[in-house]
């Protein structure tokens, strides 16, 4: 372990660390004891005091939950982003755009600004929980951390060990240093900014500096889950939430970027959630990477979301909202902070979660999500093998505004699986082994779009309403969209229902139903051809001619 000494050598001042704890951060990381408070696994109700009286900002809402904010990053640095250049990884990770190479050198440099800084704190919290839920597999985690809100989202986040887990738990497979309050020196060599976020794998850190924004530790894992579940177990890490089924414990897979519905739809009263963002797909199963869900807020309602707007309590976490200073009630219209007002609970605040999350299951179906801003791609299609590779590759959909720092309105984006910002291996091998998991499993694909309907986002189109996508999904669920008559979508050779349970006809098709014209909406799906056939480039190399074939005909 990097700067590590003997556990046994007395701490400076002549005095035995007097806890396990102690002495592992003394011996890994030179945490001073007896200058910091060190707050070990503390209980909800601690981190709310904490959080109240030392962390500006923070209140409690009018159902109890602790209303927190991140400062001034109120969504991901994907440019900051760096994983070491290490003999241990280094052939192995995906380098390029989203995974930039920081050498051992700098590494060290910022390891020493984040600790220094927590030394400097009157206290720090550290949380010991798990990722994964299939015992098998999962890593033990270990969150060192300056700020309550920090320590209570990732103690949400990840699962929560029993006590009997916790006497037990030892020494951690993976560790997180949040020291987001205190800027990287941009002059340090790898740093494009004050911000930096950093994985090692050979050390199995993470290190967190210029960003106080918390859902960059729940991503840090998911990046660690995508490079060790493959590389060590060969088990398909998923940017993906999943349910399964009352009556007969079918499981459906929903990937999707953030924004394309995956926490809303995996959501249903009439399924068992097992997860709605992170999960692995191995010889078993289905397992969820986490222990609780990260739900966007904006336009958030009882109506809509009765599930996720029940689940905002006592525990829960609400980042960057706006609220009424006298009665407390959140305006979850109000995107003055930011388009991307979050919140995060445990997964059991859902009323109809499976506990344990995971399923001995296959999936039956698979749900690839996109929230099309263009108004061109179908509701629903239904997909063939060659489709599904080509779609999981590219990864189409509309970034939505808030989910990155500097994002400010809907724009067109490839993330290959899904998932491109949190990959550690190359695309094509996630695409392989799902390709090869659902052909065992025969699985069904369908490409629904929760986007716009009638015109694009920006010239009078309407977003496909939320009661006619869970009909879909419904009719997909109970077999009824089997059985319906369908016709091919032109210019991406989509098939595409004719009609469909409980949704108008005219939205089935978007040539049919285009406020703009016949000849404006040639232009625009000929506009998104041409972006998928570009995009689709980059990995020509190592797909067959049927894959590559199954893309839109220009």
């Not at 700098?106 to 010991?128: C, G, H, P, Q």
């Amino acid at each position: 372990m990097v700067g590590a000494v003997n556990v046994t050598k007395l701490h400076p001042k002549g005095v035995e660390p007097s806890t396990d704890l102690e002495g592992a951060l003394y011996e890994t990381a030179h945490i001073d004891y007896d200058q910091v408070h060190i707050e070990h696994n503390p209980s909800v109700s601690t981190l709310y005091e904490d959080a109240l009286v030392y962390e500006s900002g923070s209140a409690l809402n009018s159902t109890g939950a602790l209303v927190a904010h991140s400062g001034a990053k109120t969504g991901r640095s994907p440019k900051d982003k760096r994983i070491v250049d290490e003999p241990s990884s280094n052939k192995r990770v995906w380098w390029g755009p989203v995974n930039k190479k920081l050498s051992e050198n700098s590494w060290l440099i910022n390891r020493e600004r984040a600790i220094d800084y927590l030394n400097t704190r009157k206290r720090i919290y550290v949380v010991d929980a798990y990722a994964g839920w299939d015992p098998e597999y999962r890593l033990k985690i270990r969150v060192v951390c300056a700020r309550a809100y920090h320590a209570l989202f990732m103690k949400n986040m990840l699962i929560r060990p029993t006590d009997e887990e916790l006497l037990e738990f030892g020494k951690p497979d993976f560790t997180i240093y949040n020291a987001g309050a205190f800027p990287a020196n941009r002059y340090t060599s790898g740093m494009s900014s004050q911000t930096s976020v950093a994985i090692n794998f050979k050390e199995m850190e993470m290190l967190i500096l210029g960003t106080e924004y918390a859902g960059e530790m729940k991503k840090g894992i998911f990046t660690v889950m995508f490079y060790l579940m493959p590389v060590k177990y060969n088990v398909l890490t998923l940017h993906s939430s999943a349910n399964e089924g009352i009556q007969n414990s079918d499981v459906t897979l929903f990937f999707g970027l953030s924004g394309t519905g995956k926490t809303t739809l995996s959501a249903d009263p009439n399924r068992l959630l097992i997860g709605d963002d992170e999960h692995c797909w191995s010889d078993k199963g289905v397992f969820n990477i986490e222990g609780g869900c990260y739900a966007k807020c904006v336009g958030l309602s009882a109506e809509k979301e009765p599930e996720i707007f029940n689940a905002i309590r006592f525990g829960s976490v609400l980042e960057n909202v706006v609220f009424d200073p006298a009665t407390r009630v959140v305006d979850y219209n109000n995107t003055t902070l930011t388009e991307n007002t979050r919140c995060s609970y445990p997964i059991e605040y859902i009323p109809n979660a499976k506990l344990p999350c995971l399923s001995n299951q296959h999936p039956k179906n698979i749900i690839l999500l996109t929230c099309d801003a263009r108004g061109v791609i179908p509701p629903i299609s239904r997909l063939t093998p060659e489709q599904v590779m080509y779609h999981f590759i590219s990864g189409y959909t509309s970034k939505m505004a808030g989910t990155e720092d500097g994002v400010t309105e809907p724009e067109a984006t490839f993330s290959a699986c899904f998932g491109q910002p949190f990959l550690a291996l190359h695309p094509m091998e996630y695409a392989s082994m799902l390709a090869e998991k659902m052909k065992k499993h025969r699985a069904k694909a369908w490409l629904l779009n929760t986007g716009w309907t009638g015109n694009s986002a920006t010239r009078g189109g309407q977003r496909c309403p939320l009661k006619y996508t869970r009909a879909i999904l419904d009719s997909i669920h109970n077999g009824e969209l089997n059985d319906v008559e369908y016709q091919n979508f032109e210019v991406f050779n989509l098939s595409i229902p004719v009609t469909a349970p409980n949704v108008p006809q005219e939205i089935l098709n978007p040539s049919n139903s285009w406020k703009g014209g016949k000849a404006e909406f040639n232009q625009e799906i000929t506009k998104l051809g041409s972006l998928f056939e570009e995009n689709f480039n980059k990995y020509k190399d190592g797909c067959t001619a049927e894959v590559i074939a199954a893309g839109p005909q220009l």
